[in-house]
């Protein structure tokens, strides 16, 4: 079946059976099932997007479709709907991300690792700094998302996950605990990141709410810090004006263009075009440093390779960390090459 088969009109008059039938009738007589993910908001309800789409079918084409001939998800029954002009919603809400967790972590460690009610104060500023976070778009929350109710639950699974904890585990997640080991590992760096986070928050100078199409790497979303602050830290790198300085400043000394780490120089392998090329990179983490005038000495000039390894995993190593380590891997390599061996000028093979 082709997109395009089902028109605005046919969904609302499905909508009208949906109504009149009530939900459990509907989805019975069609054989559908409630939506596991994507709804329908329409006039102040919620209807089961899949179910509808696929009677909708009915009213043009003479039968409906069975719920094995549509998917329900983006690509299929979502984008008609959309087409049509109809808001789609999430029956629940999506994984908590890593800037999310870091905020509930940071609750439940001030609280002596425990978690907390949703009655406590304290979870409904936390619930509060969700919804300012917006870690997804208004589309993909459902109704409770991030309310006191979830947030107090999330902090009960992070609680359990901690190693004096003596009661019975709940269902947390893998990222629950790896945010857990980075408060338990570096409690200081990472109440600093959370107290970033609410400040940048409740002041308006963090805007986090990100667009549909917005492309991320594996870096970004496993930044330590979480990703917001990873976001600004690398708009502060990215500062041309701060990176022209530090550039001018590396010629004022005489200095090559060169990086910092491994002396790979962009000029000298690519000739003209990669003449002025080089990445900045600040040395101190924003969740270490906070917000504050950078200066010429807080950053590194670095090759985009270079760059990448600081960045991979926490903790960030600084640039002579990394040089220490790529010269300790030249002589690994250099010690492990099979050495010449001398002939003797009898048997070398050109004579003597």
């Given at each position: 079946?082709?997109?395009g088969?089902?028109?605005?009109d046919?969904?609302?008059k499905t909508?009208?059976?949906?109504d009149e039938?009530g939900?459990?009738?509907?989805?019975?007589?069609?054989?559908f099932?409630?939506?596991r993910k994507f709804?329908?908001?329409?006039d102040g309800?919620?209807y089961d997007?899949k179910?509808i789409?696929?009677?909708?079918?009915?009213h043009?084409?003479?039968?409906?479709?069975t719920?094995?001939?549509?998917?329900?998800?983006v690509?299929?029954a979502v984008?008609?709907l959309k087409?049509?002009?109809f808001?789609?919603?999430v029956?629940?809400?999506?994984?908590?991300?890593?800037?999310?967790?870091?905020l509930?972590?940071d609750?439940?460690a001030?609280?002596?690792w425990?978690?907390?009610?949703?009655?406590?104060?304290?979870?409904?500023?936390?619930s509060?700094?969700?919804q300012?976070l917006?870690?997804?778009?208004?589309?993909?929350?459902a109704a409770?998302?991030r309310?006191?109710?979830?947030a107090?639950?999330?902090t009960?699974n992070i609680a359990?996950?901690?190693?004096d904890?003596?009661?019975t585990?709940?269902?947390?997640?893998q990222?629950?605990r790896?945010?857990?080991?980075?408060?338990?590992e570096?409690?200081?760096?990472?109440?600093?990141a959370?107290?970033l986070?609410?400040?940048?928050?409740?002041?308006?100078?963090?805007q986090?709410v990100l667009?549909?199409?917005?492309?991320?790497?594996?870096?970004?979303?496993?930044?330590?810090e979480?990703?917001v602050?990873?976001?600004r830290h690398r708009?502060r790198?990215?500062?041309?004006a701060?990176?022209?300085r530090?550039i001018a400043a590396?010629?004022?000394?005489?200095?090559i263009l060169?990086c910092?780490?491994c002396?790979?120089?962009?000029?000298?392998?690519y000739g003209?075009r990669g003449?002025?090329?080089i990445?900045?990179?600040?040395v101190?983490?924003?969740?270490?440093a906070?917000?504050?005038?950078t200066k010429?000495?807080d950053l590194?000039?670095i090759c985009?390779?270079?760059?990448?390894?600081?960045h991979?995993?926490?903790p960030?190593?600084?640039?002579?960390?990394?040089r220490?380590?790529?010269?300790e891997?030249?002589r690994?390599?250099?010690a492990?090459l099979?050495?010449p061996?001398?002939?003797?000028?009898g048997?070398h093979?050109?004579?003597?």
């Open positions: 079946m082709e997109k088969a089902i028109s605005r046919d969904v609302l909508m009208q059976e949906y039938l939900g459990p009738a509907f989805l019975s007589l069609y054989g099932k409630e939506a709804l329908i908001l329409h309800k919620e997007s179910a789409a696929a009677v909708a079918h009915k043009q084409h003479g039968r409906p479709l719920w094995k001939e549509l998917s329900g998800g690509g299929h984008d008609w087409r049509e002009g808001r789609i919603g029956s629940r809400s999506p994984k908590w991300t890593r800037d999310e967790l870091i509930a972590c609750v439940v001030r609280n002596g425990q978690g907390l009610s949703a009655s406590d104060p304290r979870i409904g500023e936390l509060e700094l969700l300012l917006g870690a997804y778009p208004p589309e993909q929350r409770e998302y309310n006191c109710n979830g107090a639950f999330k009960l359990s996950f901690h190693p904890y003596q009661g585990p709940t269902n947390g997640g990222l629950d790896e945010v857990l080991h980075d408060f338990l570096r409690p200081a760096e990472m109440a600093r959370a107290a986070l609410r400040e940048g928050l409740c002041s308006g100078t963090l986090p667009p549909e199409n917005d492309e991320t790497d594996d870096d970004e979303v496993s930044a330590p979480g990703r602050l990873y976001r708009t790198e990215r500062n041309k701060l990176r022209a530090k590396v010629f004022k000394k005489g200095g060169a910092e780490v002396d790979f120089d962009f000029s000298a392998v003209e003449q002025g090329y990445e900045c990179h600040h101190v983490p924003l969740h270490e906070g917000e504050g005038t010429l000495a590194a000039l985009s390779n270079c760059h990448r390894m600081i991979r995993c926490a960030w190593p600084t640039p002579a960390d990394l220490a380590l790529v010269q891997q030249a690994v390599r250099a492990a099979p050495r061996r001398l002939e003797s000028a048997t093979p050109l004579g003597t």
